[in-house]
């Protein structure tokens, strides 16, 4: 995995316990289409408040960090009204978050000429082997989806495995972040997408390679309830005769 340093000033510096990632992508051309994470991180730059991701992951897996994970800068765009609407506490998440993104187009548009970029139309263009179809009923408002490459994948699972580690945070795949978690809005610890705290966001797609390499991470643990001990009266005389012959059995039975 190739890390390269970009200089970035839109984070804050203040450091926050961290006990959430969320994964989002672009929806920008990436180094497939000629372009790359340059691009993105110059909009950020020039914006007049705090916004970006600890880091961008390009399709070729270069990850491009912008500023330490134990900082922090606004990436989720949350309103206090989404809160309400769930019965939850507000609470800034930005700042107890890690976020990671993936470049890419995200939704695209079948047209004549192929498959394109559904924010840039008739710009960007996706072969049929790049392109992720979730059938009639789509995902989020549209059935297909430029893939994440597998060198992306690559880079962050190792990413993420570095980082569940260093923040103590559960590695375990959760079901549920594809559409609005009400665990990943009360701050629960763990791995989510922008799409567990925004119904209006897309990223990340439910990609199979990208389900498959989270639920290989580690598995979610299985609770079994713990049987009770049922004493039936044979055995509970025997209990109190056993006690009794060592002299226990005066008192704590009465």
Request: aromatic share 12%.
């Amino acid at each position: 995995m190739t890390t390269i340093n970009i200089p970035f000033q839109k984070f804050f510096t203040r450091e926050y316990k961290k006990t959430q990632i969320y994964i989002h992508h672009t929806v920008s051309p990436n180094r497939l289409h000629g372009r790359g994470p340059l691009g993105d991180i110059q909009h950020w730059n020039n914006q007049s408040y705090n916004l970006g991701t600890y880091t961008i992951i390009d399709s070729d897996g270069t990850v491009y960090e912008l500023f330490p994970h134990t900082k922090w800068s606004n990436h989720l765009g949350l309103k206090k009204s989404t809160f309400k609407k769930y019965n939850i506490p507000y609470y800034k998440l930005d700042k107890t978050s890690i976020g990671i993104e993936l470049d890419n187009l995200g939704p695209l548009l079948l047209t004549s000429k192929g498959f394109t970029s559904a924010v840039y139309p008739d710009k960007f263009y996706v072969p049929n082997d790049r392109v992720v179809d979730y059938g009639p009923e789509g995902y989020k408002g549209y059935r297909y989806y430029e893939a994440y490459t597998s060198a992306q994948i690559e880079s962050l699972r190792l990413l993420l495995s570095s980082l569940t580690d260093f923040h103590n945070i559960p590695k375990h795949y959760n079901e549920d972040m594809w559409d609005m978690s009400l665990e990943a809005l009360s701050g629960v610890s763990g791995i989510f997408t922008h799409t567990s705290v925004r119904e209006d966001k897309s990223d990340c797609h439910p990609d199979p390679k990208l389900i498959q390499m989270l639920k290989e991470l580690k598995p979610k643990p299985i609770y079994i309830p713990p049987t009770p001990i049922k004493l039936i009266e044979t055995d509970y005389t025997k209990l109190i005769n056993s006690l009794s012959k060592k002299g226990w059995g005066k008192n704590i039975f009465k």
